[in-house]
């Protein structure tokens, strides 16, 4: 099983600062054949189901804000919040989908300083 | 608009079971792949089993292997999740979710449902 670890635990920011999260497989989800990362982030706000925010590692989803990205290859990868709003208080979560079981993070909690 | 609707949650006791329900709208549903992902309280996200379009193959978490059937009626837009000899450690919120790409399994989930809460209590 692929594990996934994220860093940190938790983080406070103050508005309109940056908030990194990162990521990190236990082995490369990058599928040599098409030379995509099989990497997505998740936000979860408290009572509610995940939103997708990133998939393939960098690509945002449609409607998602731009101060939301995502980077990274292998089994190292980050996601950016550029500016941080009071809407973004939430669990974020990585997920590696190159192969079952589907494996999460363990989530990273990010709050308003 | 996509929309996936759990039900089935509810108290059991050990041992016994239960059959959940996701219906899903403003899709294609027989062409993408669905699954379950359960999260306890407090805890994080575990993903639980997986089902192709066709419903031709199925996939389980070590976890739930032997307890818990997936399946899917094209017919009724419907997934559903058969759960045997349920256990303390099962209770959870169980999410389902399209994948978000046809002709695949191995995807990313967009969108999940609202979750359904099962407990496991006697």
């Known amino acids: 099983d692929i594990v996934m670890t994220q860093s940190p635990d938790s983080l406070a920011v103050s508005l309109g600062e940056r908030a990194t999260i990162n990521c990190k497989s236990s082995?490369?989800?990058?599928?040599?054949?098409?030379?995509?990362?099989?990497l997505a982030w998740y936000q979860q706000i408290p009572g509610q189901p995940p939103k997708l925010l990133i998939y393939?590692?960098?690509t945002r989803e449609s409607g998602v804000p731009d101060r939301f990205s995502g980077s990274g290859s292998g089994t190292d990868f980050t996601l950016t919040i550029s500016s941080l709003q009071a809407e973004d208080v939430a669990v974020y979560y990585c997920?590696?989908?190159?192969?079952?079981?589907?494996?999460f993070g363990p989530g990273t909690k990010v709050d308003i300083k | 608009e996509v929309q996936l609707l759990e039900s089935g949650g509810g108290l059991v006791q050990p041992g016994g079971s239960l059959r959940l329900s996701c219906a899903a709208s403003?899709?294609?549903?027989?062409?993408?792949?669905m699954s379950w992902v359960r999260q306890a309280p407090g805890k994080g996200l575990e993903w639980v089993s997986g089902?192709?379009?066709?419903?031709?193959?199925?996939f389980y978490a070590d976890s739930v292997k032997g307890r818990f059937t997936i399946s899917r009626d094209n017919s009724k837009n419907t997934l559903y999740l058969h759960m045997d000899s349920l256990r303390a450690e099962d209770t959870a919120v169980y999410y389902c979710?399209?994948?978000?790409?046809?002709?695949?399994?191995?995807?990313?989930?967009?969108?999940w449902g609202q979750g359904t809460l099962v407990t496991v209590s006697s």
């Open positions: 393939w590692a960098s």
């Open positions: 979710a399209k994948v978000g790409s046809t002709m695949t399994t191995l995807n990313w989930y967009d969108p």
């Open positions: 403003g899709f294609t549903f027989s062409s993408y792949a």
């Open positions: 082995q490369s989800v990058l599928y040599s054949s098409n030379n995509e990362n099989y």
């Open positions: 997920q590696q989908y190159y192969s079952t079981p589907i494996t």
């Open positions: 089902v192709s379009g066709s419903g031709g193959s199925t």
